[in-house]
């Protein structure tokens, strides 16, 4: 045993193998930058549409499945319970500038010199609406769309379209005003099943946390980044 430890000494000693193992801290280095960077900017997107999504609410909840009455679910980004009724908050991130109607069956993005086509999301908005009230048991819902910050609309947004910086504006939300008693028990009834036809059983709603999609690459880069550190440091001191 202690001359095979003598051995790796000896061999670790040599100069092409203090260059291997600096290749491969610096190569750690790499890609723990590689992963972190990206990753950090997509958690940090996301951290901030979390936060101005769940401050106008008095409680909000993450994508949650709604029946659709006919065996199956639709997903639904958001839901925020407001004094004024439940909000269904739906996420377009997208950006650049945006040709937008009630009335036109598909909008368009602009980005540079590019243009996307993308189906009216107000369609679909009105389903998911109508989805909430009838599982909630109140036509105190509403729904809106949102938008990436930077987006623009120079011919004008629908209604019920905000940029998410103007979220909180647009849902004109009272800092300390309480929720009735009524929303609060539809809110409630939605969440654990009980809304709607009360002789029909249901299951509570399903209900997941916010998507940090950055999460798990930060932590992968974080580990790949703290052996690059242990291995350079090992290095300076043996070396």
């Not at 940090?44 to 409680?59: F, M, N, Q, T």
């Not at 069956?105 to 999301?121: A, C, D, I, M, R």
């Not at 009105?126 to 819902?141: C, D, H, K």
Request: charged share 20%.
């Amino acid at each position: 045993m202690t001359e095979t430890l003598a051995m790796l000494a000896e061999a670790l000693s040599s100069d092409g193998a203090r260059f291997a193992l600096w290749a491969g801290a610096l190569l750690l280095l790499a890609i723990a930058l590689l992963m972190i960077l990206p990753a950090l900017g997509d958690f940090l997107e996301d951290s901030r549409y979390v936060r101005a999504i769940c401050r106008p609410g008095a409680a909000t909840y993450h994508h949650v499945l709604i029946p659709d009455g006919v065996g199956g679910t639709e997903l639904v980004d958001h839901l925020s319970l407001l004094p004024h009724g439940i909000v269904v908050l739906m996420e377009k991130r997208y950006s650049g500038v945006i040709f937008a109607g009630e009335q036109i069956e598909e909008w368009t993005q602009l980005v540079g010199t590019h243009s996307y086509k993308f189906p009216n999301p107000l369609r679909h908005l009105e389903v998911i609406v109508s989805l909430v009230r009838n599982a909630a048991g109140t036509q105190q819902v509403s729904g809106r769309i949102v938008f990436a910050p930077d987006s623009e609309f120079p011919k004008g947004k629908p209604p019920p379209v905000s940029r998410l910086q103007e979220l909180r504006g647009d849902l004109d939300v009272p800092e300390s005003e309480a929720i009735p008693t009524p929303l609060q028990a539809a809110w409630d009834a939605l969440i654990q099943g009980r809304g709607g036809d009360a002789q029909e059983a249901k299951p509570p709603l399903a209900i997941g946390a916010p998507q940090l999609r950055g999460k798990r690459r930060v932590y992968a880069g974080a580990v790949a980044l703290v052996a690059a550190l242990l291995l350079g440091v090992a290095l300076s001191v043996a070396f």
